[in-house]
């Protein structure tokens, strides 16, 4: 049996379904999109990845976020290394790029599924 999701088939269940019966074969899909976090206080702890940006699929986008994140932490992790920074400044520094790539894809995506797919 095959399965699909609504929301990447332009509405057409028939068709999307290869003439399965819809109610059988549509996957109901729950979209969820992350407000942006303000003024947010840099610690030993941070997130990544939809923890903190979930985003609507229809950019397809968030998991190519994710593994940047993942990669900019990495990078102000290591040059926490120098003598000179702390791994909180560090973690700072990840957060403030973080947040400048991450939250307009989460709100350009939403705004894409609304015009797209008709997404809440
Ligand atoms: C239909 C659909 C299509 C998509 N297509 C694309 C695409 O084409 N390109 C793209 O870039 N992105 C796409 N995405 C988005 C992508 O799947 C997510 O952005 C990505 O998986 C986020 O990765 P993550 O590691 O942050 O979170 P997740 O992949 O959700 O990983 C979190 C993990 O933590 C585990 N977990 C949760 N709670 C606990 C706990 N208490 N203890 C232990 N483990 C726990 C979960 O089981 C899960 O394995 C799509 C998403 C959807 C829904």
Known sequence: MSFCCLPFCDG???????????????????????APVRDWEPSRVTLIGDAIHAMSPVLAMGANTAMRDASELTRTLCEARSPHASLVEAVADYQAEMAAYAFP????????????????
């Open 12 to 34: 057409d269940a028939d068709e999307c379904c290869d003439g399965e019966d819809p109610e059988q074969c549509v996957l109901p899909l729950r979209i969820s999109t992350a």
């Open 105 to 120: 894809l989460v709100a350009n995506s939403r705004e894409t599924g609304r015009t797209r797919v008709g997404q809440a």
